[in-house]
């Protein structure tokens, strides 16, 4: 992976408050994830379903990013993280994936990727509303992303953010809650 | 980043609830209500609350990774007595696998194609079951034979058919192979039969893409995955699902329309695109944002960039019109147009004439044979004879009547403009029948002069001034020889010659010429006025293009004064000279005879018929002229005249297209760059039509301009590479001109993402002979340029643009302001003039040799008014400069070998110290006030 270096780079070198870097990592950690979840998928078993710890050491380790990180990248890499996640199946849902034109690489294609109608409108929503509380509040969000797409547990996350679980706790409550309420408004 | 309202309410909610960190619920509400928040947030404060106990069970229960269920695979299973043995490939609704039948002892694979188990069931069973009864209609070499369809216990759905052994899609293949055009062609005309006999049983493919189109270990073509192919009576049917590759899609396709035939030839003609282009043949939309109008756009950009002979290019238009009734009507008719196209026979897709159909001919018979040039010289010679046999000399005219007509229709023309359009087949032809009547033309002298003066105006209608000189040498020395000589016409054709000389760049023997001319004809004051007046005017442009003002103003006074000693002039002539004068003054920044030149020949085209062309030329200068004077409203007037009168005659003249890009400069100037934009791509669309590669590099040049000042470079240098591309297809003639046109070109390319393009055009511009530039700046600031990519000192780690700053930089918004900023850079050099390497220096003597002997140009460079161009190239400089001063003070590098050289050969002509001072003197000097004129 060629572009593990950059990433290092970037996430060493520059502040990544500075939203033009958060970015600019974003695009170069998507096509990354992108690729470590497609090999992961294929060798699975069958029998198996996906493991996001797995998928998540995965990742960790490729990355390369052992404890000579400081803490806060280590914040960042995983919220970024999280958030590809989330577009690159979000993506896969809404059917957007380019793959189908590359001809025959197995992926996960449509019909493969949920078993009711429901579930899919249901993340549509949480999507849509993700989107809106990253406005009133990107640090729920963020938090709802590790938890449901990355796959932390809160403790993980109390962790990760320097912080502890009841507080991190309550956080949650409040994101599910305003969740709730954005997708019944628009309802 | 503007939230909206009730987003903005909510977060309030949120903060005022943690706000209330201790607090109990109930103690919460009861804050609220002796709260005065709006009543909206009040609400939503009791909605956080209570939605706190419901629960999520999407998000609370599971992640996501334990909601996606994994297919299985079915490898190894047992399908209708097949057993799968690998799969080779999927697609949205269906996998396609490889299986042997079981217990059998033939050891033939197969394959098998499944329904994907989650596919919803009843749309795709539709298109499943026709699938079946489709195949099973068809039977040819080329097409996968289907074997059986059936279903297994559990409901999967299959077909069984031929394996193709080692295929290979036909876009690897033609990769792979290495074909070229004439093997694509045929292999796309053996496509286009097989299509044929499939719609003959009323089978639309629907689906053609490279995929689909398969080539098997013995080179065997096969088309598969009719998958979605319709009965041509299920057509109709508005409910069936859409479901095909975008590449290829047809507009009506993917506009969801009614589905023919014709989908099918707009899909082949795409993937013939495809495979002779190499990149999409279709430009990237969304189907919600289509219009098809971008496909004909784009698919007129890939062809102008290929070297494809026209027929080809128009089977590709053709087949992949918009308008499917524009298309081939079947796939037969596109079958056989390719066939026609390998064999060099005229082709149905391209406009018939005259011309094109003895193109043809020619250049299916050899030379020795061309009927065409035989027939020419049947009525030579037998115009000949009959001069023999007649005592008398006939006249020119019914001597060679019949091949005068000949060649007389040859330039026919309908174009009101006569532009310099690419006639590349009457060029052929002419030279073809100078090769063979050498012997005719040797004797015929009265033929000859005609004949050589109609070759003359067609090489100076392509551009070719070189071989137009050679022609009119031809022609003069053909008058100048034998006994009876006429002299008045040998005259006129030296003074043709003049003009010819200053077109291919050769000043200096056109001015000595032109003087010598001038001296001979005195002597004949009975002479056709016109020649003098001609005469007067190459050497004023020669004068004008070396900067030799003073000469040039001199000769322009004596023009005119000789002009209104001859009254009785040519009104058309006196409109031309009047014209051409009006641009040399202006160039000696005579403002007040220039603007009155031109108003005068501007009334006098528009009153004189068929005078659209020179008149739409001499608004067009004019109009340039005002900007440059910061008279854009006059400006705009003139090229609103300009488009008007071409718009009348015909809307997709190239003409147009070259005022569209001079007018879309302006609109840039005062800030409408939208509209430049679009007014600029108006016209390349049209020069992309036209193939008209002299003005397309100009086109491009100006749609680079517009990308620097957006500061986008990407596409500014991908720009400039295109017109450097057209650059390359001219014959080019003025060696000075494009020089000129790229140094700027030149510049750009020197910042270091772009170094390896610079490197590329340097390889191109080395190829080209310069023999008659070599005393001119351009050339000079050339030789620089080559010696600072050599260096990679100079290179420039900035992205952004370096003209956007000096010419849009707020701060720099006055023309005193600009002046100061480049005193200040000049004061700097002036200090650190010591510390400089070598280069640096190199650089300002290239900067002062433009600008040194005319202050004037330099103060209109300052002004708002610049010509667009110029202010680049000097805004550019100037900044590279900087750099370069940037760079001397951090390092103490030393000049490589070669740029000493060019260094040294500068410093005899020049000398630095003083120039610069005075240089700086005069700016220091000179007042604000625009120079007077």
Redesign the interface.
């Known amino acids: 992976m060629q572009i593990t270096h950059e990433i290092t780079q970037l996430l060493e070198s520059k502040d990544l408050t500075q939203k033009q870097h958060i970015n600019e990592l974003f695009d170069l950690l998507y096509l990354e994830i992108k690729a470590i979840a497609r090999s992961q998928?294929n060798k699975?078993n069958?029998d198996?379903?996906?493991?996001?710890t797995v998928?998540v050491n995965e990742c960790y380790l490729k990355l390369n990013m052992a404890s000579d990180l400081k803490l806060r990248n280590r914040k960042h890499f995983f919220c970024i993280a999280a958030k590809c996640m989330r577009y690159y199946?979000m993506d896969l849902l809404k059917g957007k994936s380019s793959q189908?034109?590359e001809?025959?690489e197995?992926?996960?294609?449509?019909?493969?990727?949920?078993?009711e109608e429901e579930?899919n409108i249901?993340?549509y929503q949480?999507d849509e509303a993700l989107n809106?509380l990253e406005?009133?509040?990107p640090e729920l969000a963020r938090i709802?992303e590790l938890?449901?797409?990355?796959?932390f547990s809160l403790d993980d996350i109390a962790k990760l953010f320097e912080s502890n679980t009841a507080k991190v706790y309550q956080q949650w409550?409040?994101a599910?809650?305003?969740?709730?309420?954005?997708i019944d408004?628009d309802a | 980043?503007a939230?909206?309202k009730?987003?903005h309410e909510?977060?309030q909610a949120?903060e005022f609830?943690?706000s209330c960190e201790q607090l109990t619920e109930t103690e919460i509400l009861h804050q609220l209500e002796n709260s005065d928040l709006d009543f909206a947030i009040q609400l939503?404060i009791r909605?956080?609350?209570?939605?706190?106990h419901?629960e999520?069970e999407?998000?609370?229960s599971k992640?996501?990774?334990?909601?996606?269920?994994?297919?299985?695979?079915l490898i190894g299973k047992n399908i209708g007595g097949y057993q799968l043995i690998k799969?080779?490939?999927?697609?949205?609704?269906s996998t396609v696998y490889l299986a042997k039948k079981i217990d059998s002892k033939i050891q033939k694979h197969v394959a098998i194609k499944i329904l994907?188990p989650?596919?919803?069931a009843d749309k795709y069973l539709q298109l499943f079951k026709r699938e079946q009864q489709s195949l099973a209609q068809l039977n040819h070499n080329n097409i996968v034979s289907l074997h059986h369809a059936g279903q297994t216990e559990d409901g999967t759905h299959y077909l069984v058919m031929d394996h193709i052994q080692q295929a290979r899609d036909i876009y690897h293949y033609s990769l792979e192979q290495k074909l070229d055009i004439s093997q694509i062609a045929e292999l796309i005309q053996l496509v286009a039969q097989t299509l044929s006999y499939a719609h003959r049983q009323n089978i639309i493919h629907r689906d053609l893409k490279p995929?689909n189109i398969l080539i098997d270990s013995n080179g065997t073509m096969k088309i598969v995955d009719f998958g979605i192919a319709l009965f041509a009576k299920d057509a109709n049917n508005r409910d069936s699902t859409r479901v095909f590759?975008?590449?290829s899609a047809s507009p009506e396709q993917i506009q969801g329309e009614k589905i023919d035939f014709r989908t099918d030839i707009f899909s082949l003609g795409a993937l013939l695109l495809q495979l002779l282009s190499l990149q999409s043949p279709t430009p990237k939309a969304k189907p919600s944002h289509y219009n098809p109008t971008n496909v004909s756009k784009h698919v007129s950009r890939l062809l102008a960039q290929t070297q494809l002979k026209p027929d080809l290019k128009n089977i590709i238009q053709t087949a992949m019109h918009i308008d499917r009734n524009r298309r081939y009507k079947s796939m037969d008719d596109f079958a056989k147009d390719l066939c026609r196209y390998l064999n060099n026979e005229p082709v149905s897709a391209s406009p018939d004439s005259y011309f094109y159909r003895s193109k043809k001919f020619l250049q299916r018979n050899t030379l020795g044979s061309s009927l065409f040039g035989i027939i020419v010289l049947l009525v030579i010679v037998s115009a000949l004879l009959s001069i023999n046999n007649n005592a008398q000399l006939q006249s020119f005219e019914d001597r060679n009547k019949q091949s005068m007509l000949i060649i007389d229709a040859l330039f026919e023309q309908a174009d009101p403009f006569l532009s310099g359009k690419n006639s590349e087949e009457l060029v052929t032809l002419l030279e073809k029948i100078e090769k063979e009547k050498l012997t005719v033309l040797a004797s015929d002298k009265e033929f000859a002069d005609y004949f050589y003066e109609k070759m003359t105006l067609v090489y100076n209608q392509n551009g070719n001034y070189h071989k137009a000189l050679e022609s009119k040498r031809k022609q003069i020395q053909l008058l100048s020889s034998g006994s009876k000589i006429n002299q008045p016409r040998l005259f006129a054709k030296q003074s043709d010659e003049l003009s010819l000389l200053h077109a291919t760049g050769d000043y200096s023997q056109s001015i000595s010429k032109a003087k010598t001319f001038l001296a001979k004809i005195a002597k004949y004051p009975e002479l056709d006025p016109a020649l003098t007046l001609n005469a007067y005017t190459t050497l004023s442009k020669c004068y004008s293009t070396l900067n030799r003002t003073a000469e040039d103003n001199l000769v322009l006074k004596q023009a005119l004064s000789y002009m209104q000693e001859h009254p009785d002039l040519n009104p058309e002539f006196k409109a031309d000279l009047l014209g051409s004068m009006a641009i040399s003054y202006y160039k000696n920044n005579n403002k007040t005879l220039s603007n009155q030149l031109f108003d005068e020949t501007i009334q006098l085209n528009r009153t004189l018929p068929n005078r659209k062309k020179t008149l739409v030329a001499n608004l067009r200068n004019y109009a340039t002229a005002n900007v440059n004077y910061g008279d854009f409203a006059k400006a705009e007037n003139l090229y609103q005249e300009s488009i008007s009168i071409i718009k009348t005659i015909d809307p997709k003249h190239p003409t147009l297209a070259s005022v569209y890009f001079r007018y879309s400069a302006l609109l840039a100037r005062t800030n409408r760059l939208s509209k430049a934009k679009i007014l600029i791509e108006t016209a390349i669309n049209i020069l992309i039509e036209a193939q008209d590669d002299v003005e397309l590099f100009m086109a491009y040049q100006y749609l680079a301009s517009i990308f620097l000042r957006e500061n986008n470079m990407l596409d500014a240098l991908k720009s400039i590479l295109l017109s450097h591309q057209h650059m390359q297809k001219q014959y080019s003639l003025d060696n000075s001109r494009m020089l000129k046109k790229f140094n700027l070109s030149m510049w750009i390319l020197m910042i270091k993402p772009y170094q390896k393009h610079a490197t590329e055009v340097l390889r191109f511009l080395n190829e080209t002979d310069y023999s008659h530039s070599i005393n001119t700046n351009e050339y000079k600031i050339f030789q620089v340029q080559q010696a600072l990519i050599s260096h990679s000192a100079v290179y420039n780690d900035h992205k952004l643009s370096l003209i956007s700053h000096y010419l849009y930089d707020p701060k720099l918004s006055s023309n005193d302001k600009k002046i100061q900023w480049l005193q200040k850079h000049i004061e700097l050099a002036k200090e650190t003039a010591n510390h400089y390497p070598e280069i640096i220096k190199a650089y300002l003597h290239v900067w002062m040799l433009e600008f040194k002997e005319n202050n004037a140009i330099f103060s209109r460079y300052c002004q708002a008014s610049s010509p667009w161009v110029n202010a680049q190239e000097f805004a550019l400089k100037i900044n590279l400069m900087q750099q370069c001063i940037n760079y001397a003070s951090r390092y103490n590098d030393k000049a490589p070998l070669k740029f000493n050289q060019v260094l040294d050969s500068l410093k005899q002509q020049t000398k630095v110290q003083t120039i610069l001072e005075e240089f700086v003197n005069s700016l220091t000097n000179s007042n604000n006030t625009p120079h007077s004129l």
């Open positions: 998928l699975l069958p198996q379903s996906l493991s996001a998928l199946l189908k034109r001809g025959h197995t992926e996960l294609s449509l019909t493969q990727l949920t078993l579930l249901e993340l949480l809106e406005q009133i509040d709802v938890r449901f797409f990355w796959g409550l409040m599910k809650s305003l969740l709730l309420n954005l408004g | 980043m939230m909206r009730s987003l909510w977060k949120k609830y943690e939503k909605q956080l609350i209570e939605k706190r419901d999520f999407l998000i609370e992640n996501i990774h334990q909601l996606l269920p994994k297919e299985r695979p799969e080779l490939g999927s697609g949205g609704m994907s989650y596919a919803t995929a590759t975008l590449d």
